[in-house]
């Protein structure tokens, strides 16, 4: 096109009038928006990581969790049909497994909220416009844990709450 044209003769007298000029110096030139976009390049490229790296991290967690679940399900089948025969609500055996996890999540938050909201205070410290952490961010995140935590317990817990209690308490 026509401004490419314009663009190229330009840079190409620039670099004729720095040669004569400065004949000792190589002519290099950067567009700002090259080396501005190349800046932030190295942080999509940080953050395309971090996301891989996360969801890799929520699937190890979620196996572990459903193996927590796997065994608590099989070590307490005796207590849950127990319960089942005293009449018992699936609902409320449901509630009895993931109360527990619930507390463990809110453990966790406990614990890694403000070791991230340091972490990533540290880190937003490099960029030119600050931005501040709100609390909305962790809550968002507690909110997300608790839901990936209740939909990999609910699985299993409701696989023995719905169990027949006489085929758990036939041995006894």
């Not at 044209?5 to 090259?34: C, H, R, S």
């Not at 190349?38 to 996360?54: C, G, N, S, V």
Request: glycine share 6%; charged share 15%.
């Amino acid at each position: 096109s026509q401004e490419s044209n314009i663009l190229a003769e330009t840079i190409q007298k620039l670099g004729a009038d720095w040669v004569n000029m400065y004949p000792e110096y190589l002519f290099d030139y950067q567009f700002l928006d090259e080396r501005i976009a190349a800046f932030y390049q190295e942080e999509a490229r940080l953050t395309q990581l971090f996301k891989i790296l996360a969801g890799i991290t929520i699937f190890i967690g979620c196996l572990g969790l459903y193996g927590l679940v796997s065994f608590m399900a099989v070590r307490r089948t005796k207590e849950v049909g127990i319960r089942k025969v005293l009449g018992a609500s699936v609902s409320s055996i449901l509630f009895l497994f993931s109360r527990e996890f619930m507390v463990l999540v809110g453990m966790a938050f406990v614990l890694a909220a403000p070791i991230a909201y340091y972490v990533m205070q540290q880190w937003l410290m490099n960029f030119t416009y600050q931005i501040d952490i709100g609390i909305s961010t962790f809550v968002l995140a507690v909110a997300f844990s608790a839901l990936v935590a209740l939909l990999t317990v609910s699985y299993q817990s409701l696989r023995a709450a719905l169990a027949n209690p006489v085929d758990s308490l036939r041995n006894e």
